[in-house]
Every structure is written in structure tokens, then in C-alpha cells.
């Protein structure tokens, strides 16, 4: 989890981190308790066998995978590799819904507003990955995404990815 994680953010959300953060530290806010992609997805039930609908070059394993692994949320905190100056922090649900916006802006002043993920659903190779991510920032700010990577050469990269919602 913590290696396509980390391949996911430095080459989506941070690839030029160098380039804006003027040589702040920027700090990737993480929910601890793993999104239930199937809740308020318009892509429940589908994603499992629609080839056509989402992602038809994954392998139907991959989607079992995620599906099954995702019955039920669970805390999720792993060890991400990212890139210098950025730091990641895993917080409860319940942290991030009782923390006013003045709060959680003191705590992290450098944040990108934070993110949920699901659990990673994985070929029988463990060549291919499948994951939900939400993203949440400041105001009428985020969206959601579904994500399929394939490992090639022992690095993971982004494939595809179809959003859900945007804001």
C-alpha cells in the first residue's frame, strides 16, 4: 500500500512540489480509517464486472481484489516515501469531523486538505493495483477518483483513473 501510495501522490498531486512550495514544508493529511468506495458511488456493483464501465484493461482479479478488501473500512497507515520537504500525517475520522477549519488550518498550516483511500485491490501477480481516493481541501475544493497502476520495473505508475466528483 505504501508504494503505490507514494507512486500515486509524487506523480499526481506532488509532481512539481519543487516548483511551488517555494522551500516550504508541505504536509499530505491522510483519514486513518479506509474510504468504503461503494458508499454514495455511482460505480457500486459495476466496478466488479463492467469491463466497459471502468477500467476494462484491468484484470477481473484486480477488481475482486478491491472489492473484497474493502467490505469493511479499517485503519490504514502505512509508510509513504515521498518526496524531501513533504511530510504525511494519518488521522481518525473522528479527529478530522470534530476539528474546526481554523483548527486543522493551525495544526497544519501547510496542508493540502487531506485525503481518503480505500484499500488497494491487487492482481494475483501483484503487477496491478486498484484504489478510491477522495480528496477534501479548504471550501468548495476536492473530488474523487478511481485509480489503476501496474508495476512495471518494480515502480508503480499511474494507468488510468476516472473521476467520481468534483467540487
Known sequence: MGAILSALLSDGVLHDVQDWSAGRQIQIVFQRDSKNPWEKSEFQGNLLFDRQRLFAQSARTTR??????NVFATNIQTDLHLPTGVQSFFVSR????????????ARFPNNLGYFVVSHVGLNL?????????????????GGGVYVLMHK??????LVDQHDTWVS
Open 125 to 141: 501477480s501483484k503487477s496491478e493495483a486498484l484504489l478510491y481516493v477522495d480528496h477534501f481541501c479548504n471550501g468548495l475544493c
Open 64 to 69: 475482486a481484489s478491491f472489492f473484497v478488501s
Open 152 to 157: 512495471v520495473n518494480g515502480a508503480w505508475h
Open 94 to 105: 473522528n479527529e478530522l469531523e470534530r476539528t474546526k477549519p481554523t483548527d486543522f488550518q
